[in-house]
């Protein structure tokens, strides 16, 4: 046992262990919406759209729902026509709907005729506040204009005091200030306001605000979307759902263990097959908590077929160590051989899939990569120390 322990490749086994009990313990497992509960919004495009067009609104509604701070929503195109948005139950999804069905066209109008300046003319947009109104106070959405707007709306403006402009998103008004003295006196005038109602604000104003601010923020989209429709997992599923997981996991556990010992007549083989599996699982796990990764049920596929290709590995190796007991190292390299040229070409499928990120298919191939990846630098070659030291005895 000594001797075990000093080899390199048992160390690093169980350091890997130790650095991913730590990791869960303190960070946790983030679970994916099939299993926290949550609700899919399923987004239409108004047209068809090309590779570029749609790799452009994804990104947009991206960068509006990150810029609400809500956090955890996942976003990916399904065709050409259609975009999937992944939200957690803890989030405020009518809120979410309102900031979706924007496409961000935003302008403003002198008069309700004059274009004073767009969406693209913004130079920087902050987070609904508290702002000065005349005398009192109001809730609205600061933003500065990019200098060279500011100084087209001064000319524009200039000695039309106590005129309104008429402030426009998708052609639907939200707002009609009226100019001051100071904003027509000719000099440029960067910061404005969109504001939305009297301060404090009602909920449904913080909803109208937010739309606007995140729209302002990320800017207009290439086309319309509407949403399609939208369901909702329930979280008691999810954990239901969890546990057959685990079951599941624990009953192949024991159906692995009782081949293994029906195969080899050798319960000695059985504990360091079941050690390994269990391993690769915790580790994987460790890792996705480090990376805050969220495991959802393809990424539970992934670490089975990770962990499945590990016990065939396991049993090749077994296999060329019985074959080959007087020359039980060169056996194993041969073992190894085959183990290497059977991930390199799992993972050559996985990387398509985790490249191009279609859809949930990421999550399993990115579990299914760490699994394998795990397997051949770690798991694998300690196992095969294990067998090595087995089978000298």
């Not at 639907?172 to 910061?191: D, F, M, Q, R, Y």
């Not at 939208?230 to 954990?239: A, D, L, M, Q």
């Not at 024991?254 to 059985?270: D, N, T």
């Not at 996985?350 to 051949?376: D, N, Q, S, Y």
């Amino acid at each position: 046992m000594k001797e075990l322990l000093k080899d390199k490749r048992i160390v690093i086994f169980i350091l890997a262990i130790l650095f991913s009990s730590i990791v869960i313990a303190v960070k946790g497992i983030h679970y994916g919406v099939d299993i926290t509960g949550g609700t899919v919004i399923v987004l239409k495009t108004e047209k068809p759209l090309n590779e570029r067009d749609m790799s452009m609104t994804v990104e947009i509604i991206k960068n509006r729902l990150d810029a609400t701070g809500l956090g955890n929503i996942e976003v990916y195109s399904r065709g050409n026509n259609e975009i999937i948005v992944i939200v957690p139950a803890s989030a405020d999804v009518d809120t979410i709907i309102k900031i979706l069905k924007q496409q961000g066209n935003f302008k403003a109008l002198l008069d309700n005729k004059t274009l004073l300046y767009t969406g693209r003319d913004i130079a920087n947009v902050e987070f609904p506040t508290k702002v000065p109104s005349g005398n009192t106070v109001a809730y609205g959405v600061p933003f500065s204009l990019k200098i060279d707007a500011a100084k087209r709306m001064a000319e524009l403006v200039k000695g039309k005091a106590y005129h309104r402009v008429y402030l426009y998103m998708d052609d639907k008004l939200i707002s009609a200030p009226v100019l001051s003295p100071e904003l027509t006196s000719g000099k440029p005038s960067p910061n404005q306001v969109i504001t939305v109602g009297p301060y404090p604000p009602t909920e449904e104003e913080k909803a109208e605000a937010l739309a606007i601010y995140t729209a302002l923020k990320s800017g207009a989209l290439p086309v319309k979307v509407d949403i399609e429709y939208t369901y909702s997992i329930s979280p008691e599923f999810g954990r239901e759902l969890l546990k057959g997981i685990y079951i599941a996991i624990a009953l192949a556990f024991i159906a692995v263990s009782l081949v293994v010992a029906f195969r080899y007549k050798s319960p000695k083989l059985v504990f360091p097959i079941l050690l390994t599996c269990f391993s690769e699982i915790l580790i994987i796990l460790g890792i996705a908590s480090l990376i805050n990764w969220r495991i959802d049920l393809p990424s539970f596929a992934g670490i089975v077929a990770a962990v499945g290709t590990g016990v065939d590995n396991q049993i090749v190796i077994a296999d060329e160590a019985l074959k080959g007991i007087k020359r039980l190292k060169a056996s194993i390299k041969r073992a190894f051989f085959v183990i290497f040229a059977s991930a390199s070409t799992s993972i050559a499928a996985m990387l398509p899939l985790f490249v191009l990120g279609v859809g949930l298919l990421k999550g399993f191939a990115l579990t299914t990569i760490i699994g394998i990846l795990i397997g051949i630098f770690i798991t694998r070659p300690a196992y095969a120390k294990i067998v090595e030291e087995l089978f000298k005895k």
